[in-house]
């Protein structure tokens, strides 16, 4: 079974920057395509960034393309979540998810495994 852990979030100014990780646990190889979502209160979880198993595919949604990077360490275990130039609406709690194939997709079903969330917030 895999575990997923996320830290990094707290409360920052716009405009400033901070850096997620997502540490994950379980057998090798259990784990592939990785991605960050984020959800605030009223809404559907929204797809952020992925990666493959690599990292040497990305893919981001608009909202953050150019501000955020994701990568990955495999012999570290740990996946990240690089945010700059942070705006409120960026704002919520961002889980990270894990997929046990090759897929990095900004589907939320193609990921089996996640996080409990760490909350971001940005203040104007």
């Known amino acids: 079974q895999v575990q997923l852990v996320e830290s990094g979030g707290g409360l920052v100014q716009a405009g400033d920057s901070l850096r997620l990780s997502c540490g994950w646990t379980?057998?090798?190889?259990?784990?592939?395509?990785m991605a960050w979502f984020r959800q605030t209160p009223g809404k559907e979880r929204e797809f952020v960034a992925t990666t493959n198993w690599l990292g040497k595919r990305t893919r981001y949604s608009d909202s953050v393309k150019g501000r955020f990077t994701i990568s990955r360490d495999n012999d570290a275990r740990t996946l990240y979540l690089q945010m700059n130039a942070l705006k409120p609406e960026d704002t919520g709690v961002y889980y990270c998810?894990?997929?046990?194939?090759?897929?990095?997709?900004?589907?939320?079903?193609?990921?089996?495994?996640w996080g409990q969330g760490t909350q971001v917030t940005v203040s104007t």
């Open positions: 998810g894990a997929s046990e194939g090759e897929a990095y997709d900004w589907r939320e079903s193609e990921y089996s495994f």
């Open positions: 379980g057998r090798t190889g259990s784990v592939g395509g």
